[in-house]
């Protein structure tokens, strides 16, 4: 059983930076991909940043050029260092984990649609005021 633990939310002015952390557990013998996604009130939860174990990495065009996602494989952490917020950037933000046997295939696999991961953290809330 993976558990994900995010911290590190806040309130920032618009143009401030956070850095987000997401604890994994459970997961040290599978290949894994974590990402990040968010939700604002009255929107779909949306992809932000996902990397894979082995090295992939992808970005959502909002957040592109200011958020950096980044692992430490020997704390099994996953970090989301968010530059330059915006108002609109302003949601809670969720921890997510896809794992699967190592071997297996990742075909069909989108970082960015959650139906695609299997894990999640309980959500910290980010607010940016303007």
């Known amino acids: 059983q993976v558990q994900l633990v995010e911290s590190g939310g806040g309130s920032v002015q618009s143009g401030g930076s956070l850095t987000l952390s997401c604890a994994a557990s459970?997961?040290?013998?599978?290949?894994?991909?974590m990402g990040w996604f968010r939700q604002a009130p009255g929107k779909e939860r949306e992809g932000v940043a996902c990397?894979?174990?082995?090295?992939?990495?992808a970005y959502a065009d909002s957040t592109k050029g200011r958020f950096t996602i980044s692992q430490d494989y020997d704390k099994n952490t996953l970090y989301l260092r968010m530059n330059n917020l915006e108002p609109q950037d302003a949601a809670i933000y969720y921890c997510?984990?896809?794992?699967?046997?190592?071997?297996?295939?990742?075909?069909?696999?989108?970082?960015?649609?959650?139906?695609?991961?299997?894990?999640w953290g309980q959500g910290t809330q980010v607010t940016v005021s303007s």
């Open positions: 990397a894979h174990r082995r090295g992939d990495i």
């Open positions: 459970g997961a040290t013998h599978s290949s894994l991909c």
């Open positions: 997510a984990a896809e794992v699967r046997p190592y071997g297996a295939t990742w075909f069909g696999f989108d970082p960015f649609r959650s139906a695609d991961f299997g894990y």
